[in-house]
């Protein structure tokens, strides 16, 4: 059975700061989705990694796989406030997505 | 485009109503998904379909099903409803890629609330 893990589950950072999401898979994929989640909001696509080594950036975000540790990152570089959102991974396995339990991101000012 | 579009926004049920949830997107898509999201939870697959007239179970079917019939619709019924399936349910669609699936498009959501 496919599982997806999240760490840490929750993070409240300042303004300013990096740090890293990460998102580990217990079984062979090499594709993997990174979503963003605000309260009360539907899914909103980020990043689609499709191959081991793949890196994606989008502003402050940064997203890489590594399909031989069976591991992906979502690094934040010097968070803004609008940047709070829970933070989901999903992995591709057969038609299915199974989704990470999400990380709960706050930026406080 | 509209994208997904689900209806109702909100719906309360009393135990052992019935009600269909409806999703309908209008980007061609042949791969349409039903998923939960109970509070502070990730999401859960309920039922998806590759195409018109397939439809497949996901990780928790039970108390669900569902029917495809065109490829811009994918209605979620409810036959009998219980306190468990409080929940937000999602309704998402992707398209194929080579060999692969693009990422998912997802709806607004229903809240439901059985009581």
């Known amino acids: 059975e496919l599982k997806v893990e999240q760490n840490p589950l929750f993070l409240s950072m300042q303004e300013g700061k990096n740090y890293t999401i990460y998102c580990n898979y217990s079984?062979?994929?090499?594709?993997l989705y990174w979503y963003r989640q605000d309260p009360g909001k539907s899914l909103e696509s980020l990043f689609v990694?499709?191959?081991n080594g793949a890196v994606k950036q989008e502003g402050r975000l940064m997203a890489s796989l590594d399909t031989k540790a069976r591991l992906s990152t979502l690094h934040i570089t010097a968070a803004v406030h609008d940047l709070s959102a829970t933070y989901f991974c999903?992995?591709?396995?057969?038609?299915?997505?199974?989704w990470g339990a999400g990380t709960k991101l706050i930026i406080k000012p | 485009n509209a994208g997904v579009t689900q209806t109702p926004k909100f719906r309360i049920l009393k135990i052992g109503q019935s009600m269909t949830l409806q999703c309908t997107q209008d980007m061609n898509h042949n791969y349409m998904y039903w998923y939960r999201q109970d509070p502070g939870m990730g999401l859960k697959l309920i039922y998806y379909s590759v195409g018109a007239g397939i439809t497949d179970k996901g990780e928790v079917p039970n108390g669900y099903n569902v029917s495809r019939s065109t490829t811009e619709d994918f209605p979620l019924r409810l036959e009998l409803a219980a306190p468990s399936q409080t929940s937000v349910y999602f309704c998402?669609?992707?398209?194929?890629?080579?060999?692969?699936?693009?990422?998912?498009?997802f709806g607004p959501g229903t809240r439901l609330l059985v009581l």
């Open positions: 998402a669609s992707s398209y194929p890629l080579p060999g692969l699936r693009s990422s998912q498009y």
């Open positions: 999903a992995v591709d396995s057969n038609y299915q997505l199974i």
């Open positions: 990694l499709l191959s």
């Open positions: 079984t062979t994929s090499d594709r």
